[in-house]
Structures are given as structure tokens and as C-alpha cells.
């Protein structure tokens, strides 16, 4: 039995098959990485303002109010951290989200 001739400058279905899912799937790597591996966003944005922090979610921003009078009136406090614990606040806003605001401080 003798070995089937091969043509020169030809590739064989097999090998040019594997050769493009090798291409697809490198592909799909670069990809992938591109969408899932870049930086967060919140960590290339600038830092939260203290007096309206993103971990906060005001209804009202910037806060339409001292922290001291909210509290005093509040209807909800509560308290968050932003990306990385160094800012940490006090948020609060008044009935029917009337007024907000919020007391951060940076560790």
C-alpha cells in the first residue's frame, strides 16, 4: 500500500479545521479578557465626593440638607462603605424622600 500524494501548497481538511477552531478559540480568549479582565470602573473613576458618595444611593443628590437636621427628621438611616472601606457614611433621608443627605469620613 503506498501513502496518498499530497500536493504541494494544499492542507489537508483536517489540519485546516483544526486550524481554525484553534483561531476561534484564541479568539474568544482575547475576547473574553478584553470584556471580563479590564479595571472596574469604579475603581478608574475618581473618588466619591463626601458629600454625595456613590454607597449611598440619595435620593436626592447633592444632598438638599445638613446630615444633623435629616437625622433629626429621618425616616431611614443607614450606613455603607464605599469600594475599598477608606470612605465610610452615615446616609439618611426624611419621609416621602423629601430631603437627603449623608456624613462621610475617610478612614
Known sequence: MTAPEQTPGVIEKPVLRRRILT????TGVLVSAGV???KPKAASAAP???NGPNCCNLAHYPANTTYDY???HAAYI??????GG???CSCCETSG??????DCHYN
Open 23 to 26: 483561531a476561534i478559540g484564541a
Open 36 to 38: 471580563f479582565g479590564g
Open 48 to 50: 466619591a465626593s463626601p
Open 70 to 72: 435629616c437625622h433629626a
Open 78 to 83: 443607614w450606613y455603607c462603605s464605599e469600594p
Open 86 to 88: 477608606f470612605l465610610h
Open 97 to 102: 424622600d423629601q430631603y437627603s443627605a449623608a
